[in-house]
């Protein structure tokens, strides 16, 4: 009843910019908190954003200052917008939704695909 898709991720140079979205899509359910994790080869898996239904959010140290996550609520999406970006923060970036499902309180994690962010000269 829920699905998520992430997209947005490419290839940029340092110090440029990308724009994440993740999309949430079906009926009967509602959403708490979205975040995103991150995971490069040879690393743990990393969250680096959560953000609340009232839209308080949250950073890892690594990414906080550079990166923004925001949600629009009519559009069940959220996004994180990566600015100054590193080599470092190359990666696959999942996004995930906690949610509920309305007929049976039921919660339900929720994750996307993944899209690979490649910052590189």
């Known amino acids: 009843q829920v699905q998520l898709m992430d997209s947005g991720g490419g290839l940029v140079q340092p110090g440029g910019s990308l724009r994440l979205s993740c999309v949430a899509s079906?009926?009967?359910?509602?959403?708490?908190?979205m975040g995103w994790y991150r995971q490069a080869p040879g690393k743990e898996r990393e969250l680096v954003a959560t953000?609340?239904?009232?839209?308080?959010?949250n950073y890892s140290d690594s990414v906080k200052g550079r990166f923004t996550m925001s949600r629009n609520n009519a559009k069940n999406t959220a996004y994180l917008q990566m600015n100054s970006l590193k080599p470092e923060d190359t990666a696959v970036y999942y996004c995930?939704?906690?949610?509920?499902?309305?007929?049976?309180?039921?919660?339900?994690?929720?994750w996307g695909p993944g899209t690979l962010v490649t910052v590189s000269s």
């Open positions: 995930y939704a906690n949610s509920v499902l309305t007929a049976t309180w039921r919660r339900l994690k929720v």
């Open positions: 079906g009926s009967g359910f509602s959403i708490n908190d």
């Open positions: 953000i609340t239904s009232g839209s308080d959010t």
